[in-house]
């Protein structure tokens, strides 16, 4: 990203007045020349305060307000990015905060404030970069290898863009994390679902068993009682037969006397019949005539015919007295037939009843043999078992969570291993560092310091001099430092156009020269600055009570006066 800055614009803040102040800023190195508390310095808090939000030095907010004025401070800050270009107001007594983009202002909704994180990431670096390597000021900037390993790392991690790194890691961790634990969670419900599974299998088992045992004893209940009722009808069947038996009997007894009673009836008949015609004969034979031949019955011949005629009669008479004897004792057992009918009747009735009991035994056991188990558990297991088929399901989406997850975990684990200490960063900061010593130690040269500094990839860092011993930092004399800083700083704008992933066209050095730094440094500090800045085309702010404000390499110096307690800036070609 490269912002070019364009001008600078304000009024109220510090010891400036209601009067506008305006920088454009210009290519090369320009001086910002005056005396001790002019307002050189407050510069830097206006372009920082309209950037953001704060006072560049360690002073309170609102102590940036004219004390004179006491209002309207405003503060405008004008730069490109790209084909856009914006323009930043802010201000205090009226609190003001708007941007402008191509002179629009950009419409913000009531609900969402305009924040310093999205004026951040218009301009792309925040205030601590912005503070070493935009705007350097030894006495409110601590030098570089002053600062913290951690800060150091945050900086050069920042402006080389290699605090994404550090940010996936970060993420990563905490991802890395989350799925492990969403992989546990998974694991757990696969756990418990199986223990479920072996649960309900346990108890559809259970339920088939007591189905089983209840089938067998209801089959021997059920068998038992069929074999009752096959034996009732048997023994039913048996009484019956001999029901029918004697019902058969009788009957038959009915028919037969009833037959011998027509026979001896038509046998009394006959006999009657013939007795009465052999009485007619007999009449006619006492009354002396032959029957047949009407002759006078006086010869032994019809003598003989009437006694054989009598003892016919006589033989006839037995036995129509034996045949109506018979008839009696025979109309004697009929009368006993209606006994038997009324047995017949009766064994009827025990028949009927009988083959009744038998069908409805027959119809009894034809039930049994359809019925099965009489206790119903289908209902049950059929709950067991769309329990069992629902748990199945869920194993096997489990096991699928779970190889997913694990898929899951194994990319994060490679991110995570790529984007670590030891990763792709390790292997960018080992590359990028030994390009840094490099010019470092070029500048250091330059500006003949000659020490060695050399940063490793953590950005711990030796200086060794001459003879290669160890130098401490704080041993070097205060214009030494200013050089070593100097060198370093060089490092980091020749770094930035190439490398880096901000750049822009604004560099301003505050105090620097008026520090301990000699002439010589001076002389060597502008060249070295000087063909940077020549070669980056970039607009150089040097402010100074102290330099040689005739010195050739300047372009312009901007000189501040301060009259009735105000500052004001006339431009000096
Ligand atoms: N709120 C304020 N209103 C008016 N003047 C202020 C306010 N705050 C500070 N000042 C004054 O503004 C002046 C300018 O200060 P500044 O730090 O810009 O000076 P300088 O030119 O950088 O000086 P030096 O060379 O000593 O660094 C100082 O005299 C300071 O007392
Ligand atoms: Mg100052």
């Known amino acids: 990203m490269y912002i070019e800055f364009e001008k600078l614009i304000f009024r109220n803040i510090l010891s400036y007045g209601n009067n506008e102040t305006e920088i454009d800023f210009k290519p090369g190195i320009n001086i910002i020349f005056a005396k001790n508390g002019s307002g050189k310095s407050s510069i830097l808090d206006a372009l920082f305060f309209a950037l953001y939000g704060k006072p560049y030095r360690?002073?309170?907010?609102?102590?940036?307000?004219?004390?004179?004025?006491?209002?309207?401070?405003?503060?405008?800050?004008?730069?490109?990015?790209?084909?856009?270009?914006?323009?930043?107001?802010?201000?205090?007594?009226?609190?003001?905060?708007?941007?402008?983009?191509?002179?629009?202002?950009?419409?913000?909704?009531?609900?969402?404030?305009?924040?310093?994180?999205?004026?951040?990431?218009?301009?792309?670096?925040?205030?601590?970069?912005?503070?070493?390597?935009?705007?350097?000021?030894?006495?409110?900037?601590?030098?570089?290898?002053s600062l913290s390993n951690t800060d150091r790392n945050k900086l050069v991690e920042n402006l080389f863009n290699l605090a994404i790194l550090r940010k996936i890691e970060k993420a990563i961790k905490g991802e890395n994390i989350i799925a492990k634990q969403n992989l546990?969670?998974?694991?757990?419900?696969?756990?418990?679902?199986?223990?479920?599974?072996?649960?309900?299998?346990?108890?559809?088992?259970?339920?088939?068993?007591?189905?089983?045992?209840?089938?067998?004893?209801?089959?021997?209940?059920?068998?038992?009682?069929?074999?009752?009722?096959?034996?009732?009808?048997?023994?039913?069947?048996?009484?019956?037969?001999?029901?029918?038996?004697?019902?058969?009997?009788?009957?038959?007894?009915?028919?037969?006397?009833?037959?011998?009673?027509?026979?001896?009836?038509?046998?009394?008949?006959?006999?009657?019949?013939?007795?009465?015609?052999?009485?007619i004969y007999l009449s006619v034979l006492d009354k002396g005539s032959c029957p047949v031949c009407g002759n006078i019955l006086t010869d032994d011949k019809h003598i003989q015919d009437k006694d054989s005629k009598i003892e016919e009669r006589s033989s006839l008479l037995k036995l129509l007295n034996e045949d109506q004897s018979s008839l009696r004792d025979l109309n004697k057992i009929e009368e006993n037939n209606v006994k038997n009918e009324k047995i017949i009747a009766d064994c009827n009735n025990i028949i009927t009843i009988g083959e009744a009991k038998i069908s409805d035994n027959l119809a009894k056991i034809k039930k049994l043999r359809e019925t099965k188990s009489e206790i119903d558990l289908s209902e049950l297991l059929e709950k067991e078992n769309s329990i069992k088929s629902k748990l199945n399901t869920d194993i096997i989406s489990f096991k699928k969570?779970?190889?997913?997850?694990?898929?899951?975990?194994?990319?994060?684990?490679?991110?995570?291993?790529?984007?670590?200490?030891?990763?792709?960063?390790h292997f960018l900061f080992g590359k990028l560092i030994n390009v840094f010593n490099n010019i470092v130690n070029k500048n250091l040269h330059n500006l003949s310091v000659k020490v060695q500094v050399k940063f490793d990839s953590n950005l711990d860092?030796?200086?060794?001099?001459?003879?290669?011993?160890?130098?401490?930092?704080?041993?070097?004399?205060?214009?030494?430092?200013t050089r070593i800083d100097m060198g370093i700083l060089l490092a980091f704008l020749n770094l930035s156009g190439d490398l880096a992933n901000w750049n822009t066209?604004?560099?301003?050095?505050?105090?620097?020269?008026?520090?301990?730094?000699?002439?010589?440094?001076?002389?060597?500090?502008?060249?070295?600055?000087?063909?940077?800045?020549?070669?980056?085309?970039?607009?150089c702010y040097l402010i100074s009570h102290r330099l040689d404000t005739h010195n050739e390499t300047f372009k312009s110096i901007l000189k501040i006066e301060k009259n009735s307690g105000f500052s004001t800036i006339s431009n000096q070609n």
């Open 58 to 145: 360690n002073i309170k907010l609102s102590s940036l307000v004219n004390s004179l004025n006491k209002k309207n401070m405003v503060c405008r800050v004008f730069f490109k990015k790209g084909d856009d270009h914006y323009e930043i107001i802010r201000g205090q007594k009226p609190d003001l905060l708007s941007y402008k983009k191509n002179g629009v202002e950009v419409a913000l909704t009531s609900t969402k404030k305009l924040i310093q994180t999205d004026l951040d990431q218009i301009i792309g670096i925040d205030s601590f970069l912005f503070k070493n390597i935009v705007a350097v000021a030894t006495t409110y900037n601590q030098p570089f290898l």
């Open 184 to 279: 546990t969670l998974v694991m757990k419900d696969l756990e418990n679902a199986e223990n479920q599974l072996n649960l309900t299998n346990t108890s559809i088992a259970n339920i088939n068993q007591t189905i089983l045992t209840n089938q067998n004893k209801a089959e021997s209940l059920r068998d038992k009682e069929i074999g009752d009722l096959i034996e009732k009808n048997e023994k039913n069947t048996k009484i019956l037969n001999e029901f029918r038996e004697k019902s058969k009997i009788a009957t038959s007894n009915i028919i037969d006397v009833r037959s011998k009673k027509d026979t001896l009836q038509n046998e009394i008949n006959d006999l009657t019949v013939s007795i009465s015609k052999i009485d």
């Open 401 to 425: 969570e779970i190889t997913d997850k694990n898929k899951e975990c194994v990319i994060i684990d490679n991110v995570f291993r790529i984007t670590s200490e030891d990763g792709i960063r």
């Open 461 to 481: 860092y030796v200086i060794t001099g001459l003879r290669g011993e160890n130098i401490e930092y704080n041993q070097f004399s205060g214009g030494e430092r």
């Open 505 to 539: 066209n604004i560099l301003f050095i505050d105090e620097l020269f008026d520090s301990g730094i000699d002439n010589e440094g001076i002389d060597a500090l502008l060249k070295s600055l000087n063909s940077l800045i020549m070669i980056k085309n970039q607009s």
